[in-house]
């Protein structure tokens, strides 16, 4: 089972990205999927979760009305749109599945905000 996370890249702040998790071995419609970032010397955070039922979303209070979680059932893939992006949101940001123990993990995706 892997899941892989991608789209991270630099941003000036302000600006947007998109990441994308999507996962082989298992099917990622079975579960909710959160997203998690780690900036360096800082532990990890959970950013945001989705789940199918009633396609429920949290957020992290640092992220509300910036970033935004979907799933695309036909492409078995969960996003994490960022807007409005802050240095502070600088860090790795990693998908995982299925809450509370998170079994499943991507690899990684860096995402840095610098002018």
């Known amino acids: 089972v892997q899941l892989q996370a991608s789209g991270g890249g630099l941003v000036q702040p302000g600006g947007s990205l998109r990441l994308s998790c999507a996962a082989s071995?298992?099917?990622?419609?079975?579960?909710?999927v959160s997203w998690f970032r780690q900036a360096p010397w800082k532990e990890r955070e959970l950013v945001a979760s989705i789940r199918w039922t009633r396609m429920t979303t949290v957020y992290a209070d640092s992220v509300k009305g910036r970033f935004t979680i979907s799933r695309d059932s036909a492409k078995d893939t969960v996003y994490l749109q960022m807007n409005g992006l802050r240095p502070e949101d600088t860090a790795v940001y990693y998908c995982?599945?299925?809450?509370?123990?998170?079994?499943?993990w991507g690899q990684g995706t860096e995402v840095t905000v610098s002018s």
């Open positions: 995982a599945a299925p809450p509370p123990n998170y079994q499943y």
């Open positions: 071995g298992i099917a990622l419609s079975d579960y909710a």
